[in-house]
């Protein structure tokens, strides 16, 4: 049965992570006034005096009797009041017939019966006072609309009382304080006490989390199945873990985010004092929408979740094994100062995987410092490698292990190190686990990184984390493959790398006028309500964000283009205007490098000829003339709305490479400098950007400054609902980057 009586370990305290001064997303006060408040309110749940088990059973296959088994062998500090109209016994304990019947305080009311039973649980508890519930009955949100509308019902019900509610459809919770000793679940996992919070958005895995917990030696804080997560939210649970003094590590399974804004700007926040694990579930490709913008399509929830996560410092983990095998490094081990890593094996072929897994994450092997290599070179046989990785061969022993250990986790070079141990005879196993610790503990400047074991071909037997462990040292994470030990590093070492990085600030922008630009689309809603802006229009709001842009004149007419054309200067583009045909170049609706009126009229007619033969002649609207803007990378900048995440800003290669590769990278707004900047470098062809191949680097300022102001576009005119520049024209420095094709499609906010 499930108890957690063991006392967590007393540990020596580590070095706090890095911090950087309070940036554009400093905590205001009404935010520090939530903060305090959801805390307080948090209280009765996770530290009652008592509790009652509404539906306590004697039925030992039941929830109920579970829960009420889990409190009083658990070692659950206050009394414990089962509720059974039925029973006047339940497991010893005299039973109470309803809440209101109970003579003593009680805080905390799990609830465990029918669900149309819970109101009028609720109501009682009201009456009694109960200051928080733990609703584990289903049958609510979960199960459509006729249930979505009970749980609407019955979250009315505790707020009106002013209690907290997790649930219902859920796990339970559990606290390991030993002043509390909390187990408010039906689970028969042993819980380990110990630094990891957890909130689990599904019940179901929140069993097969703590079952699987003890295994990479993670102990709990605190765990927190939400279930539907009517009212306690994983951001309450965020706000109340960053004050938490028994938690250092916060891990999260998410299914869906109620308020994702605030979540971002909550995480960003406690991200900075605490690392954030997270696995989200409901990954999927994006999905298609008829006669949208290139931004659009590719977009995706998932992408703005990446988004969401690498702004806010949350880890991603994309499977539970990989949020353990991150959150065993994170909750024993320092950060990594940097990505430098050795690797150090008996058997070649694990040192080379480790090292492939390495290096395909960002990580790197440098060689080693001439001191350590001479060192190595004294102690290993002739045929031993001195490179990175370090190949002891099959030969080396517990001593060889001690000695080399050591020496690599000293040498200046490295920044953390990887062990890999194949066993050439079981009886090694327990000595070589010895020497690897000894040599932790013997390391000297080597002590502050972080040291990663690799047993081949079972993980459990070499190096177990003790579970007496006085100090962070003694605790050595082990993996079963080295690829797993490489995935946990590169994953710490992005977390030190954006703790590190100048959080950012969101700019004044001068010449961004969004009235002008709420204006413009406001008339458009007015006239036709809403779609795509007509090109005349799309220029104007441009203008009025103050994105550069090749000067564009629309025409009706042939005639209309020619006039147009030797206005603006030779040569000239001709290009489809549509409300309706999105992708001009599969309607031969993009005519280059015109230079004179009679190219200009037989571009117009050859895309009208083409339209008329496909039945489509009537969605002309004429063509746009435009200057030819003269070379420059091709890039594209844009915008989309995700239904749950909200604003998604997009950049990556444009023209018609944008469809063929889709190197897009995307970012949540608020967007500061510093997310433009990173940005620019994060597609695969940012290096376009830089030079290539002789090729003179872009103005990368201007281009920063131009997502500033799509992002800020986002945020003030929110009647904006896609926008679609591309291509982008990106000049060297000082020559800028003009918006040479754009699409806006404006949509009501009410």
């Not at 990175?388 to 690599?408: F, T």
Request: proline letters at 8%; one cysteine or more; charged letters at 20%.
């Amino acid at each position: 049965m499930a108890q957690h009586t063991e006392q967590a370990p007393q540990r020596t305290p580590r070095p706090p992570e890095p911090r950087r001064p309070a940036g554009p997303f400093a905590e205001t006060d009404a935010e520090r006034d939530e903060r305090k408040a959801a805390r307080e309110s948090l209280r009765p749940l996770l530290h009652p005096q008592s509790v009652a088990v509404v539906g306590a059973s004697r039925r030992p296959d039941s929830l109920g009797g579970a829960v009420l088994r889990n409190l009083v062998l658990g070692g659950f500090s206050g009394p414990v009041f089962p509720v059974n109209p039925r029973a006047d016994v339940v497991m010893s304990i005299p039973a109470w017939k309803r809440l209101v019947d109970i003579p003593w305080p009680v805080d905390l009311a799990v609830v465990v019966v029918p669900a149309a039973v819970v109101p009028a649980v609720i109501e009682d508890a009201h009456s009694r006072g109960v200051r928080a519930v733990v609703v584990l009955t289903a049958g609510f949100a979960e199960t459509g609309a006729d249930g979505r509308a009970r749980q609407d019902a019955l979250l009315a019900q505790v707020r009106a009382a002013g209690m907290r509610m997790v649930g219902p459809n859920c796990l339970g919770v559990l606290d390991t304080d030993p002043a509390t000793h909390l187990n408010a679940t039906f689970t028969t996992a042993t819980v380990r006490p110990g630094r990891v919070a957890m909130s689990s958005q599904s019940g179901a895995l929140g069993v097969a989390i703590l079952e699987q917990a003890a295994e990479y030696g993670i102990g709990f804080s605190s765990f927190v199945s939400v279930g539907n997560k009517a009212d306690v939210s994983g951001n309450d649970l965020l706000l109340y873990w960053a004050e938490d003094e028994r938690t250092e590590l916060i891990l999260l399974y998410l299914e869906s985010f109620g308020n994702p804004r605030r979540f971002a700007r909550i995480a960003r926040r406690v991200a900075r004092r605490k690392p954030i694990l997270a696995v989200k579930s409901g990954r999927s490709a994006a999905g298609k929408r008829a006669a949208s913008s290139h931004t659009a399509s590719l977009a995706s929830s998932e992408a703005g979740t990446d988004a969401l996560f690498r702004q806010a410092g949350v880890i991603r983990t994309h499977t539970l094994e990989e949020m353990f095998e991150v959150a065993a490094l994170l909750a024993h081990q320092p950060l990594p100062a940097g990505p430098r890593i050795g690797v150090l094996t008996n058997a070649g072929g694990p040192g080379i995987l480790c090292a492939d897994a390495c290096e395909g994450d960002g990580l790197a092997l440098p060689p080693l410092a001439e001191p350590t290599r001479r060192a190595l070179a004294a102690l290993l046989p002739s045929t031993a490698s001195l490179l990175n990785p370090v190949d002891m061969i099959a030969s080396a022993g517990p001593a060889e292990y001690e000695r080399a250990v050591a020496l690599l986790l000293d040498d200046p070079g490295l920044d953390a190190l990887v062990v890999i141990h194949t066993p050439v005879q079981r009886a090694d196993v327990p000595t070589v686990a010895q020497a690897i610790r000894r040599a932790r503990l013997a390391a000297t400047s080597g002590r502050s990184k972080p040291l990663l074991v690799c047993a081949l071909p079972e993980a459990t037997p070499l190096l177990a984390a003790p579970a007496d462990a006085a100090d962070d040292a003694e605790t050595v994470p082990v993996y079963r493959f080295p690829e797993s030990a490489a995935r946990a590093l590169a994953r710490a070492w992005e977390r030190r790398a954006w703790l590190q990085r100048p959080e950012g600030e969101v700019p004044l922008l001068s010449g961004f006028d969004a009235a002008r630009a709420r204006a413009i689309c406001q008339r458009a809603l007015s006239e036709r309500s809403g779609g795509w802006l007509r090109a005349d229009e799309v220029s104007q709001l441009l203008e009025a964000a103050g994105l550069p842009a090749v000067p564009t004149v629309l025409c009706r007419t042939a005639d209309e283009a020619a006039a147009a054309a030797a206005r603006v200067g030779w040569p000239v583009a001709v290009k489809l205007a549509s409300d309706s045909l999105v992708h001009k170049t599969e309607w031969g609706g993009v005519q280059l490098a015109l230079r004179d009126e009679a190219a200009v009229r037989a571009a117009f007619a050859a895309i009208a000829s083409r339209l008329a033969a496909a039945g489509k002649l009537g969605e002309l609207l004429g063509v746009t003339v435009q200057p030819m803007a003269g070379g420059g990378v091709e890039l594209m900048l844009g915008l989309t709305h995700d239904p749950s995440l909200g604003p998604l800003i997009a950049f990556g290669l444009g023209g018609t490479a944008l469809e063929l590769f889709k190197d897009v990278v995307f970012r949540i707004t608020p967007l500061t400098d510093r997310d433009a900047s990173e940005m620019l470098a994060a597609p695969r062809g940012a290096p376009l950007l830089d030079g290539w191949r002789g090729q003179p680097a872009v103005d990368k300022a201007v281009l920063a400054d131009m997502l500033l102001r799509v992002a800020r576009l986002a945020e003030d005119v929110p009647e904006v609902a896609e926008l679609d520049c591309n291509p982008v024209a990106a000049f060297p420095v000082g020559r800028g980057a003009l918006v040479l094709d754009a699409r806006v499609m404006v949509r009501g906010t009410g």
